[in-house]
């Protein structure tokens, strides 16, 4: 969701290495931020489904129950990081007065780092789980275009694909970020000075923030109902990515100026108070001051509004101390920094869009097994939660690997050589 979901290139923060030679970048905690987020997202829903959520009637695990509720803010980072990693190219060219990135390199990479993965998990979801309940090539097409989530929006929740939503969200980001992109250029170069261009550019995304608030107020009118399918559209998650742009251009006017902006000097005096500040927003969001700890059914609008703030400082507070210049803390390189979880925030696109298929399988439910599949929410607790998380896991990171290997890994190689650039498309 980084990083994008899928895990976007990190050479805009390993272009700082040799503008800023004092920066400490350290591509390997992003890595492993991204391995880290995705199991938490994981472990999220295994909790819903085995159980130990209360959801509607039913009666999760004391303490463990909000403890489960709480993690809800783990998917927050993925979009903070594709914010900051992918507009920094554009905004490192306002700055210096350069040319902006290319658009069809932009495109090329972006659609090839997250599309041959999404139809394969798609195709398989279809043709494993949904296969009796397509009645017309429309039921293919619909989710392979993306387009499930606007378009017979009754039926938007297809099993096994629940989670893809985001890559909605993310395709949203990219046909924006160009054009937004060059608006706040136009704008903040209308003045020379790099601070008064900072200040334009941050103005200029604010609103973006403010829409995530806004959004959420509308969802939660009494004419949408509960769960409405618009809680996923893109609005309500352009704010984070709103925030990762306005970092974007903080490391950008670093790079240009040598002046280090405040709070990533605080974030280098005192790197890992940042983290003991986020588990403090993880524990807010464990107890849920205006609805009720421990429950995984849908929020009333003061606690939706909550959830956004929190979502928000979490992902702030998790991911600031990663990419800020001089921030080092041993604790969090040798968390996320050791090759074990590296490689589970390459393969973490797989594992964020294979763990619903993966609960599916483990359920023995869809086609594949000869019987209908059910709303996730129609069979909590019918599995125990260890021999669940077990299952899950294993099957998730085992097509998670195959399909690093088999298809993300070359779908961007055969960008490279589609654009002749030498370049590679991603750090993968």
């Not at 464990?286 to 979490?314: E, I, R, T, W």
């Not at 589970?344 to 209908?372: C, D, E, Q, V």
Request: hydrophobic letters at 55%; charged letters at 15%; glycine letters at 8%.
């Amino acid at each position: 969701m980084v990083a994008e979901l899928a895990g976007p290139p990190d050479e805009g923060i390993q272009g700082q290495q040799n503008k800023v030679p004092k920066s400490k970048v350290r591509v390997p905690v992003l890595d492993g931020i991204r391995g880290f987020a995705a199991l938490a997202v994981l472990l999220t829903h295994v909790t819903y489904a085995g159980g130990v959520m209360d959801v509607g009637d039913h009666k999760g695990w004391p303490v463990f129950n909000w403890l489960s509720v709480g993690l809800t803010v783990s998917l927050a980072p993925f979009f903070l990081l594709s914010g900051l990693l992918l507009y920094r190219p554009f905004v490192r060219a306002t700055f210096s007065g350069g040319q902006r990135p290319a658009l069809k390199p932009f495109f090329v990479r972006r659609l090839l780092r997250i599309l041959p993965a999404y139809w394969t998990v798609t195709l398989a979801a279809l043709l494993l789980i949904n296969l009796e309940t397509i009645d017309s090539l429309w039921d293919v097409l619909r989710p392979m275009l993306l387009l499930q989530w606007f378009v017979d929006t009754k039926n938007a929740m297809i099993p096994g694909l629940e989670i893809t939503w985001s890559v909605d969200a993310e395709l949203t980001f990219y046909l924006l970020l160009p054009v937004a992109a060059w608006l706040i250029n136009k704008y903040a170069r209308r003045v020379s000075d790099p601070a008064q261009q900072l200040r334009r550019i941050l103005w200029s995304l604010s609103p973006i923030v403010v829409l995530g608030l806004a959004w959420e107020v509308y969802v939660h009118l009494p004419f949408m109902g509960p769960y409405p399918v618009q809680m996923f559209w893109p609005p309500g998650f352009l704010g984070l990515m709103a925030i990762g742009m306005m970092f974007a251009a903080l490391s950008a006017y670093h790079e240009a100026t040598g002046r280090e902006p405040a709070i990533y000097r605080l974030a280098a005096k005192w790197p890992l108070s940042w983290w003991v500040a986020a588990f403090g927003v993880y524990v807010l969001n464990c107890v849920k001051p205006f609805s009720v700890a421990g429950d995984g059914d849908y929020p009333p609008l003061s606690q939706a509004l909550m959830d956004q703030v929190l979502f928000l400082l979490f992902a702030v507070l998790l991911t600031v101390p990663l990419f800020a210049p001089d921030a080092r803390s041993r604790f969090i390189e040798a968390l996320l920094g050791n090759p074990p979880m590296r490689f589970l925030g390459r393969i973490s696109f797989g594992i964020y869009l294979w763990h619903f298929p993966a609960m599916y399988f483990a359920f023995g439910m869809g086609n594949l097994f000869g019987t209908p599949p059910q709303p996730m929410f129609m069979v909590i607790g019918t599995i125990g939660f260890w021999q669940l998380i077990a299952e899950v896991l294993a099957i998730t990171i085992i097509l998670s690997t195959l399909s690093f290997y088999l298809i993300e890994r070359p779908a961007a190689r055969l960008g490279d050589r589609f654009l002749r650039s030498g370049v590679p498309t991603a750090t993968l």
